[in-house]
């Protein structure tokens, strides 16, 4: 994860931590837990294998975190991406739209010019077969 990353999750942990009262309540939770774990009256040996239990759980914890963020990222940069294109495509059909819409006048335009020059030519055809 590259360091713009890791301040901006930090960034939004902290903010998180702050503003959402579920999070401040665990987070008090896990105080008072860590107190009463040190308080317990165990071997070190037995500390030792919690502890690694604990800082093994984090760390997946952390990790996963970390793969849910990025495959986010990925399909935020993807949606985007879609957007794009989905408004790429709708100018372009607005501008294939306005070229039909042209052409069909133009297609009309000839139309009625060649309406007009067969009328010539049927009247010069006429004019010939008169003389």
């Known amino acids: 994860m590259s360091k713009k990353t890791r301040r901006m999750k930090r960034a939004a942990e902290e903010k998180i931590n702050r503003k959402d009262a579920a999070i401040r309540q665990h987070n008090e939770e ?17 500390k030792k294998v919690i502890d690694n239990y604990i800082a093994c759980k984090d760390a997946r914890a952390e990790r996963m975190e970390e793969k849910l963020y990025e495959k986010g990222m990925k399909d935020v940069k993807r949606r985007i991406r879609i957007r794009k294109l989905i ?45």
């Open 87 to 131: 408004r790429r495509c709708v100018v372009l059909a607005a501008i294939v739209g306005v070229v039909l819409v042209e052409y069909d006048r133009n297609d009309k335009r000839w139309e009625k010019l060649d309406r007009i020059l067969k009328m010539f030519a049927d009247a010069e055809d006429s004019e010939t077969e008169e003389a």
């Open 30 to 46: 896990l105080e008072n837990l860590k107190e009463q774990y040190e308080g317990l009256d165990i071997c070190d040996e037995d």
